[in-house]
């Protein structure tokens, strides 16, 4: 008795993370879903081909989207990456780590309406450098934070060790840190990766619907209550993090909101 | 980048990213709010201030929206909490181990679209009902998705954040060797319940602090999922804040920089008591 | 003199970690430091090794002031109480490091490694993992990576405190028979009593930032903050 339980309640689990994503793949399939039908009427692969097809909006998003997260992601690891060493050594290590927390736990659409004049005045409303400037002012700071926990004592020993061997600081950085780093690097680059790919309230407003995301046309589509379209959108969406967990689980471990 | 980059040089990048659009953004929501810019502004007024908190638009949006974040974290700690404490070893490896990823590829906004389907009065569950007889036609299904109990947005977020208290707990429950200390309880004559309430629950709530407040703050700024699954009236803070800067009223212009002020010097205390809470620095 | 270390001072913050330190060294001898945790041993290393700086004073190695030169120009070796093998290299590539970083022609490198493999009874070892060897090993590993460079000064931050007793013993044996084969000139400090008799050629104590060096083994046992009376007197109490 007390088996069935637990085995009940494990396969709840299983499907409140499963079903979703069975869902949303099931309703990108479908065509006519009239109530109080359980199951679409119609299933087509006509939605994916039309949408996917050459010169579309969606995969012209689609494009889009995975530039800027790509750029986003590298800058973001990279600068965090130095930016983080600067603090985890520094003597107000931990005033600085506060000051990096905040941008980073405020809402990304309240800092963009805040900063939404200096993108004005710069001239950086609705194009694409306006928009992986924003999403990098929220990517960096999670960035430099994932980092901190990798510059300890350790590492700092190791690479005095490479100095005290005749390494010079190039050699200390490439053999030794850059090898360390490996993992966080990664991961990190695909945290932020997800980090732009996911957003939307601060796109919106520096994009100025100018600029269509994958997460824009979504909520065009959700407004426009075509649910099939919005199905597959969301299901673009999904599809690199799901991806990504494939290959290894320890990619996406963070998300905000 | 060889060499560690040249101090003044870090120094001035770190705040050209985190510290300078920051104080710029939050300089001109205050200036903005005190009528000091702006296409409308007189010079320093008051004005926009007495107006916001004459009305109870602003006190309910906060409670509101500390409510939603609340209500929707308990839920999700007491989920995780039992999850772990059932099955402590289900997450680390096997097929639960990579299930309770799954939440994670989602955004809000997919999410907030999901439960949608899921929960309106023409979705699944509604279906489902009527599949199994319980209801007759759509009106006879209560409403769960922009309705007064604010069911949607909280299992919303409740998926949403599922994952990352369940893989919390996990980790803490083997980094703060939770079985040993149970098995020392036990040894000293607890029961199973005092062994729980008693040692597993306190110790696993006090070292993931740090970790709901920070989240906490993340939930207050949530924008995607009530913009989708609220209703009109009362809004949360971001909702608010974007409606009353992206409409037309110019007057309401700087109503809407005083309530994101309003909000970055919440999170701005929240986050002060998070890092007092950890004892060392605060990783995520 | 081969090490002359002169009026060395640090502080920090408003803690005065070192104050005025002097002591020289003779050519492949071994001066052990004896001194309890958070005295400054290990700071003192560090200042000499170069990854630390000094407030004042004067290293001399081999007549040439090293304080102004950086930790790579020094060739003194700064051996962790970590052996901190590189993680990411197995034990060959790890005790080839230094060589590899100046240059060295690869099978010139190949004979040195195996011979130091032999002399540190690690044959066969070269394939494996840092994570795959024992503490033991590991520090073993360490000191080959060292001694391979030959540098004229080896400085040894208690390299067996985190061994097990009979490791321990082990090592401090193949310390003294590599630091006579290879005529070693090294700093061992050390918070162990015995160790530091056993290791150094001569010893000083270190307490507070101060360091006081003893003429010879008699006068250091004679000390009374030594701590070697209390120790005779226990056993002969027994």
């Known amino acids: ?257 | 980048m060889f060499k560690p980059l040249n101090k003044t040089l870090n120094f001035s990048i770190l705040m050209l990213f985190t510290l300078l659009p920051l104080l710029a953004g939050l300089g001109y929501a205050i200036a903005y709010s005190f009528g000091l810019v702006g296409v409308l502004n007189k010079g320093f007024t008051l004005e926009n201030w007495k107006i916001l908190f004459s009305t109870s638009e602003v006190y309910i949006s906060v409670l509101y929206t500390s409510w939603l974040a609340f209500a929707s974290l308990s839920i999700c700690i007491f989920i995780s909490l039992a999850v772990v404490l059932a099955f402590p070893k289900k997450f680390k490896s096997g097929i639960f181990s990579y299930l309770v990823y799954m939440p994670l590829a989602f955004p809000s906004i997919v999410a907030a679209f999901f439960f949608f389907q899921f929960l309106s009065n023409a979705g699944i569950l509604a279906r489902l009902c009527h599949q199994l007889g319980i209801i007759n036609q759509i009106s006879d299904f209560p409403n769960l998705v922009n309705d007064s109990y604010h069911i949607g947005i909280i299992s919303t977020q409740t998926f949403l954040s599922l994952p990352f208290f369940i893989l919390l707990y996990a980790s803490l429950y083997q980094a703060e060797k939770l079985e040993d200390y149970q098995k020392l309880a036990y040894a000293l004559g607890a029961s199973k319940k005092q062994t729980i309430f008693k040692i597993s629950i306190p110790i696993l709530l006090k070292r993931s602090l740090p970790s709901i407040i920070i989240y906490f703050i993340f939930k207050l700024g949530s924008y995607e999922v009530p913009l989708l699954l609220g209703k009109s009236s009362p809004e949360t803070i971001s909702v608010l804040a974007v409606r009353k800067l992206q409409k037309f009223n110019l007057l309401d212009i700087p109503q809407g920089y005083a309530i994101a002020v309003i909000y970055a010097f919440l999170v701005l205390l929240l986050l002060f008591i998070a890092f007092k809470k950890s004892k060392h620095q605060y990783e995520v | 003199m081969f090490l002359e270390v002169k009026n060395i001072s640090k502080k920090f913050k408003s803690q005065q970690v070192l104050k005025e330190i002097c002591f020289d060294v003779d050519a492949h001898q071994t001066l052990s430091v004896l001194g309890k945790s958070g005295c400054g041993k290990s700071t003192l290393l560090k200042i000499i090794a170069g990854i630390e700086t000094a407030d004042g004073g004067m290293v001399n190695l081999q007549g040439q002031n090293v304080l102004a030169l950086p930790a790579q120009e020094r060739k003194i070796v700064y051996l962790f109480q970590e052996a901190l093998l590189f993680p990411n290299m197995n034990v060959f590539e790890n005790i080839a490091f230094g060589l590899k970083i100046r240059n060295t022609e690869k099978h010139i490198i190949k004979t040195k490694v195996k011979d130091m493999l032999s002399q540190l009874e690690l044959d066969g070892f070269d394939k494996k993992m840092p994570h795959e060897l024992s503490g033991g090993q590991k520090q073993r590993v360490a000191f080959g990576r060292a001694l391979i460079l030959n540098p004229p000064l080896i400085l040894l931050d208690e390299p067996f405190s985190s061994l097990d007793v009979e490791t321990r013993s082990n090592m401090q044996q193949l310390y003294k028979k590599i630091a006579k084969e290879y005529q070693i000139t090294a700093l061992f400090v050390t918070h162990d009593l015995k160790e530091a008799l056993l290791m150094g050629d001569k010893i000083c104590y270190m307490e507070n930032g101060v360091l006081e060096v003893y003429k010879d083994k008699q006068s250091f046992i004679r000390s009374e903050k030594t701590g070697v009376q209390n120790e005779i007197n226990f056993w002969n109490n027994l």
């Not at chain 1, 020993?157 to 360390?180: E, H, M, R, S, W």
């Not at chain 1, 680059?189 to 997800?194: A, D, H, S």
Request: glycine fraction near 6%; charged fraction near 10%; proline fraction near 4%.
């Open chain 1, 1 to 257: 008795m007390k088996y069935s339980i637990k085995y009940f309640i494990l396969l709840m689990l299983a499907l409140v993370f499963t079903l979703p994503i069975a869902i949303l793949f099931l309703l990108s399939f479908s065509q006519k879903w009239v109530f109080p039908k359980l199951l679409p009427e119609k299933l087509t692969l006509e939605n994916w081909t039309v949408i996917l097809g050459d010169g579309h909006v969606i995969s012209n998003s689609f494009v889009i989207s995975l530039s800027i997260a790509l750029f986003v992601a590298g800058s973001a690891t990279i600068l965090g990456f130095v930016l983080s060493r600067y603090i985890a050594y520094h003597p107000k290590r931990r005033l600085l780590t506060f000051l990096t927390y905040f941008p980073f736990a405020l809402s990304p659409v309240i800092f963009a309406i805040c900063l939404k004049y200096y993108f004005i005045k710069l001239g950086l409303i609705g194009n694409l450098y306006g928009i992986v400037l924003a999403q990098l002012i929220i990517a960096l700071p999670y960035s430099i934070i994932f980092f901190l926990s990798f510059w300890n004592q350790k590492v700092l020993d190791y690479q005095n060790l490479v100095y005290t061997l005749g390494g010079k600081q190039k050699q200390a950085f490439l053999y030794i840190t850059l090898p360390l780093a490996k993992s966080f690097l990664v991961i990190c680059f695909f945290q932020c990766f997800l980090i732009s790919w996911f957003e939307y309230g601060l796109t919106s407003i520096i994009g100025y619907g100018k600029i269509s995301t994958l997460t824009i046309h979504v909520f065009q589509f959700i407004n426009e209550a075509n649910i099939f379209y919005a199905a597959l959108s969301c299901c673009l969406l999904i599809l690199p993090p799901v991806i990504l967990l494939w290959f290894n689980k320890r990619f996406i471990i963070q998300q905000k909101g």
